[in-house]
Structures are given as structure tokens and as C-alpha cells.
């Protein structure tokens, strides 16, 4: 048997997305040392939620190629000159 709960709310727990399209992102060093050429990518568009991580289309202007990637693979750039 089924049970519904009568005051039940929609859920919204879905993460929202921190970073802005246009902002100026680098990709996390996965070994936790500083990378030797910390690549500049730019938020093209927000994607959906994947296994509880929000999603952005991201682009390099050194790749002739867009990436799909999850916000926690994303840092802030400080300085989009760097």
C-alpha cells in the first residue's frame, strides 16, 4: 500500500548553479598540485543537475571544441588575465 503524506511540499533540494554564464572559470587540479597551465574556460550555458552537481557547457579560446563538465570540477578564475 501506497501512503501519501497529505501536506506534503515539492522538493526543492536541487542544487542551483554558482557560476554565471560569461564568468571566467579553471578547471580543479584533480592531483591537488597547482597546474602548470591553468586553462581559462568561459560558461557558455547552464545544463542540468547530474548526480547532484549542476552542469555548465564550458569553452577555452585555446580549443576550437566545447566540454561538458559538473560545478565541482570548477573553480573561480581570479584573474582572467593570468
Not at 8 to 16: G, H, V
Not at 30 to 53: N, Y
Not at 56 to 67: A, G, K, L, V
Request: positive net charge; without cysteine; proline residues 6%.
Amino acid at each position: 500500500m501506497i501512503r501519501f503524506q497529505q501536506n506534503a511540499r515539492p522538493r526543492t533540494d536541487t542544487p542551483a548553479h554558482l557560476f554565471a554564464i560569461g564568468q571566467t572559470v579553471r578547471m580543479k587540479s584533480r592531483t591537488g598540485l597547482v597546474q602548470k597551465t591553468a586553462e581559462l574556460f568561459q560558461i557558455k550555458s547552464k545544463l542540468p543537475v547530474k548526480d547532484g552537481s549542476p552542469q555548465y557547457r564550458i569553452r577555452s579560446d585555446e580549443e576550437t571544441h566545447e566540454r561538458v563538465t559538473t560545478e565541482d570540477n570548477l573553480e573561480v578564475a581570479d584573474d582572467p588575465s593570468a
